[in-house]
């Protein structure tokens, strides 16, 4: 089953019928959809439509009067002038970036394999255009947002294993968690940290959390290596965070498999095609995951993290959805920066617009803009890479000396 305005639904019969293909239906089955489905669509789930679909009806909440939603259907409202939902999806000039892209990147790899050439910046330029690959294809293409054609996305967001990663895990954590739970203290994976790094209020205070705003930058570049165990590991378990969806049990193998399949490119075969040291190989090979890391985890961690951020504990706290997304995100830089990271730099858009192609991004940020300012809503745009970066730092300290 899959719950929408507190009204179950048979979660296949949906997922059969579903435009945007099966896969988000089988990652939400068992939970509550109903931000998902007001977020993915910008407008209310049209419960008469799937009446023959009903499970059980607890209390038919309409969306419009649900004043959890009202201000977001406000802003919809709004943005549809600028960008209608027909048209929110990518443009002809996004798929020559996909194109050049990947082949590049194919490119490169094929050169560095055939001829054994494991040197560490053709690895560490890899490293980078599989971190484009990650922020540009697999994420626009795993949130729906690349082609209302369901297997346009789905294969755009295998690249995601491509480069070492699982679509399946990726969506569970990210979509089904962290969009919902920006910043929740007890929902949301991304705050999790470690024993290292506290980004979660209710955890703890430990005397080397002080230094965390300097040695975190130092961290990120193994977030490449650990990335690719993790995904291996909770498909295993089917466990990230929270448990996967019964209905994602047929994805699983698929998963693992192509893990193993970039293992097998990236671990055995530098080993198979070259005559050096297994730590000369190891060296060499490292930059592909040190670069690529850093450059993924460098940009998710400023975006989230920054003086005035806001943590939630209890939804009655922040008023609604639309604010309690804008609170917890930050934009950085403009449409060039949009144009090489896929569109991450707009944060707050793409929390509240996830299903709108990152080309878009730059369209509509003036128009959120001006909306929430309208309504006192903070809105923060770092103008400079290293402005974010600075509030991210001092934000850091913070929490590794003090509880909020």
């Known amino acids: 089953m899959i719950e929408v305005d507190e009204v179950l639904y048979d979660a296949h019969a949906l997922a059969n019928y579903h435009p945007g293909g099966p896969l988000f239906i089988h990652a939400f089955a068992g939970r509550d959809a109903t931000t998902a489905f007001l977020s993915y669509h910008r407008r209310e789930f049209p419960h008469g439509k799937f009446a023959d679909m009903k499970v059980d009806a607890v209390a038919i909440n309409a969306v419009k009067n649900n004043p959890e939603f009202a201000e977001y259907l406000e802003l919809c ?66 949130h729906g947002a690349v082609s ?46 470690n024993d290292l790094l506290r980004f979660n209020p209710k955890h703890a205070i430990a005397y080397i959390h002080g230094f965390q705003h300097v040695y975190i930058f130092l961290l990120l570049p193994f977030f490449g290596f650990t ?78 993290n920054f003086e005035g951020v806001v943590h939630h504990f209890h939804e009655e706290e922040t008023p609604n959805f639309l604010r309690r997304q804008v609170s917890s995100s930050s934009n950085v830089g403009g449409p060039v920066l949009c144009f090489i990271n896929g569109g991450l730099n707009y944060q707050i858009e793409h929390h509240l617009f996830p299903r709108v192609s990152h080309v878009h991004y730059p369209t509509i940020a003036p128009v959120v803009r001006e909306f929430c300012l309208s309504r006192g809503i903070p809105y923060v745009h770092f103008p400079t890479v290293w402005d974010n970066v600075y509030s991210c730092s001092r934000h850091l300290y913070a929490m590794g000396t003090k509880n909020e």
Request: hydrophobic share 45%; aromatic share 16%; proline share 3%.
């Open 77 to 142: 409202a709004v943005v549809e002038k600028v960008l209608p939902r027909s048209k929110s999806f990518a443009p002809f000039s996004y798929f020559v970036k996909v194109f050049v892209l990947l082949s590049i990147s194919l490119g490169l790899e094929c050169y560095i394999h055939t001829n054994g050439m494991y040197r560490w910046y053709l690895t560490a330029l890899l490293g980078w255009l599989f971190a484009l690959i990650g922020l540009n294809i697999q994420h626009d293409a795993n």
């Open 227 to 304: 990335y690719i165990i993790d995904s291996f590991k909770h498909n295993l378990e089917r466990f990230h965070f929270s448990k996967y969806s019964d209905m994602l049990e047929s994805y699983r193998n698929q998963e693992l498999v192509s893990i193993l399949f970039f293992a097998l490119r990236w671990f055995v075969l530098p080993i198979y095609m070259t005559n050096t040291s297994l730590t000369s190989t190891f060296l060499n090979i490292s930059p592909l995951f040190m670069v690529g890391g850093y450059y993924l985890s460098f940009f998710f961690i400023i975006s989230h």
């Open 148 to 193: 209302r054609d369901p297997f346009v996305n789905r294969l755009l967001g295998m690249s995601q294993n491509w480069i070492g990663g699982s679509a399946v895990d990726w969506i569970h954590q990210h979509v089904v968690q962290h969009h919902i739970e920006t910043n929740h203290v007890d929902r949301d994976p991304d705050i999790v940290g």
